[in-house]
C-alpha cells in the first residue's frame, strides 16, 4: 500500500523529524505573535495541516480550532486536477467577523491554500495564512513560511505507512 511519504525512491528529500517539527512550530507561533495578527480560530487545512495546527493552538494560546477537508495529493507527486471540498464542512456561520489563521504543513502549488483562504474571505474572515514550508513554485505565498524549499518533504506524521492489524 502506498503512502504519502512513501518517497523511497527519492534521493533528494527534506526530512522533518518530531524534535524539528516542534522547533518550526515555535518559530512559525513567534513570527504569527510579532506580527501583531492574533488569531481568535485556527483552522487546520486536513489533514497536513492538522498537527502543525492543533501544536500551534497551544503556542499561541488559541482555544478555538476548527478543520476543513480538501483532497488535492493523491500520492507522491500525483494530485487530482483540480483541489476539492469533502465534507463535512467547517461552521461558517460563526466566523463572520472572526481573524482565522489558516494553517497547513506545505503549500506546494499554493491551489488547497487559495481555496480556503477565499472559502474564508467570502464568509467575511479576516484570514491569514500560515505553513511549515513553500515551494518557491506556489501561486499564493503564506503570511508566515518557517522554510523554503523545491524538494519532497517527508513529515514525522506520514514518515511511515497507516497502522494494520497485527495477524493474530
Not at 480560530?41 to 502543525?52: C, E, K, L, S, T
Not at 513553500?134 to 497507516?162: C, G, H, Y
Amino acid at each position: 500500500m502506498a503512502y504519502h511519504a512513501d518517497a523511497t525512491d527519492l534521493a533528494d528529500k527534506e526530512v522533518l523529524t518530531w524534535e524539528g517539527f516542534g522547533a518550526a512550530q515555535r518559530e512559525i507561533a513567534q513570527a504569527v505573535a510579532d506580527s501583531g495578527f492574533h488569531p481568535t480560530v485556527i483552522v487546520a487545512v486536513a489533514r497536513g495541516g492538522m498537527a502543525v495546527a492543533g501544536a500551534l493552538t497551544y503556542s499561541l494560546g488559541v482555544k478555538l480550532t476548527d478543520a476543513i477537508n480538501v483532497e488535492f495529493y493523491t500520492d507522491v507527486d500525483q494530485t487530482l486536477p483540480d483541489p476539492i471540498l469533502l465534507a463535512p464542512m467547517l461552521d461558517t456561520e460563526s466566523i463572520t467577523g472572526k481573524k482565522i489563521l489558516v494553517v497547513d504543513d506545505v503549500a506546494d502549488s499554493g491551489r488547497t491554500l487559495g481555496l480556503v483562504i477565499k472559502l474564508l474571505r467570502g464568509f467575511g474572515a479576516d484570514v491569514r495564512s500560515a505553513v511549515l514550508y513553500a515551494k518557491p513554485s506556489t501561486l499564493v505565498q503564506p503570511d508566515f513560511v518557517w522554510r523554503t524549499t523545491d524538494r519532497w518533504i517527508v513529515f514525522p506524521w506520514s514518515a511511515e505507512p497507516p497502522v494494520t492489524a497485527r495477524d493474530a
